[in-house]
């Protein structure tokens, strides 16, 4: 049963990634890639890594989309040029992600191996997370900081 | 369930992805595009995690998530000031890099 939603939530996560990478309008390619994030936190819990799924949810589509829109809204939408269709760019785009996605594709099928999926949940991430990852771990809060005090002072109005 | 659909899918948005990249002037679907990267790449590390059997794939995961937030973060904050100082988001206005 979880095989038909792993296939049903990875076939709505590409639909939605392509809706938000092609829409004209940008707050409506926002929403799609927020359903594009929210079907991938689906998708992790169907094959049991089920506190990812949550943080996937709660990080990309509380946190950044949000943060994207919320930036948004402070443009004025209705100056936003509509982007002429450019067929050097559009054949250039489509021959590089045909090319990267095949030798992606091609890597990955030497892997015949199949798998049963075990449920990992906070608990069970928090060994590895705290104890054999405790630096990187550190090392990212301060990250999150410095881009917190850097976001500030880019963004503040010079008075 | 085979790892390769891990593969499928994450070869699928990364090539999304890149085509947002190439094709979108939109310095905010660019953003968008490159948060479709960083989330294939979750995908095949969630992959491996099961496939192997190994939680450090998953734990890895959050860091890429705290790195994407504070990319997201930093990258806004750009944009605005830059949105501020010409009035446009599109790329081809982004020419003066200095004030």
Not at chain 1, 85 to 90: R, S
Not at chain 2, 74 to 99: C, H, K, M, N, Q
Request: net charge neutral; hydrophobic share 60%; with cysteine.
């Amino acid at each position: 049963m979880s095989e038909v939603f792993f296939y049903f939530f990875s076939v709505l996560s590409i639909v939605f990634a392509a809706v938000a990478v092609t829409s004209q309008n940008i707050i409506r390619g926002g929403v799609a890639l927020l359903g594009c994030f929210v079907s991938l936190g689906a998708v992790y819990f169907t094959v049991g890594a089920e506190f990812l799924g949550i943080v996937q949810v709660i990080v990309y589509g509380g946190a950044i989309i949000v943060l994207y829109l919320f930036a948004l809204m402070t443009m004025d939408l209705a100056s936003l040029k509509s982007e002429p269709f450019k067929a050097f760019l559009v054949a250039a785009g489509g021959l590089l992600s045909v090319v990267t996605a095949f030798l992606l594709l091609t890597g990955g099928m030497v892997l015949t191996k199949d798998f049963k999926p075990s449920i990992s949940g906070a608990e069970d991430l928090a060994l590895p997370m705290f104890f054999k990852f405790l630096l990187p771990f550190e090392v990212v809060s301060v990250l999150l900081l410095i881009a917190t005090v850097g976001a500030v002072a880019i963004g503040r109005r010079e008075s | 369930m085979a790892p390769t659909d891990f593969f499928v899918l994450s070869a699928f948005l990364f090539g999304i992805g890149i085509f947002g990249l190439v094709v979108r002037r939109n310095v905010i679907s660019i953003f968008f595009s490159l948060e479709l990267l960083l989330n294939s790449a979750n995908v095949l590390l969630v992959g491996f995690s099961k496939l192997h059997g190994n939680l450090y794939g998953e734990v890895f995961v959050f860091f890429v998530l705290a790195v994407a937030a504070a990319e997201a973060a930093v990258g806004l904050a750009i944009v605005v000031a830059l949105y501020r100082l010409t009035g446009s988001v599109d790329t081809s206005e982004f020419r003066r890099l200095r004030w």
